[in-house]
């Protein structure tokens, strides 16, 4: 299982970014895809989730309103649409996958991770 994660960048603050995660391999009804993001020295924290069955949705109250994440099962893509972005949200972002079934917050959950892209926002 590979996931590849892209699409990080450069924006100004108020700006708009789009992540995606592109899996190798069979997803299943029951894996849940999240997005986390990183700042060196700090811990890993949780962004958004989707159960890749029913698309059910969850997000980190820091980007409620701001943030969509979807995916294209077609496609076996994750995507996380960030707007109004703020320089808080400079972090790497990485994509992950829970096969154990159920939306959480927590990375421990997750089984695979992606490398990560880099967001930065200019203030």
């Known amino acids: 299982v590979q996931l590849q994660a892209s699409g990080g960048g450069l924006v100004q603050a108020g700006g708009s970014l789009r992540l995606s995660c592109s899996v190798s391999?069979?997803?299943?009804?029951?894996?849940?895809m999240g997005w986390f993001r990183q700042v060196s020295g700090k811990e890993r924290e949780f962004v958004a989730a989707?159960?890749?069955?029913?698309?059910?949705?969850y997000y980190a109250r820091a980007v409620r309103g701001r943030f969509t994440i979807s995916r294209d099962s077609a496609e076996n893509t994750v995507y996380l649409q960030m707007n109004s972005l703020k320089p808080e949200d400079t972090a790497v972002y990485l994509c992950?996958?829970?096969?154990?079934?159920?939306?959480?917050?927590?990375?421990?959950?997750?089984?695979?991770w992606g490398q990560g892209t880099l967001v930065t926002v200019s203030s």
């Open positions: 391999g069979r997803i299943w009804s029951r894996d849940v």
């Open positions: 989707i159960s890749w069955g029913d698309a059910v949705t």
């Open positions: 992950a996958r829970n096969t154990r079934g159920g939306i959480s917050e927590r990375s421990t959950e997750y089984d695979y």
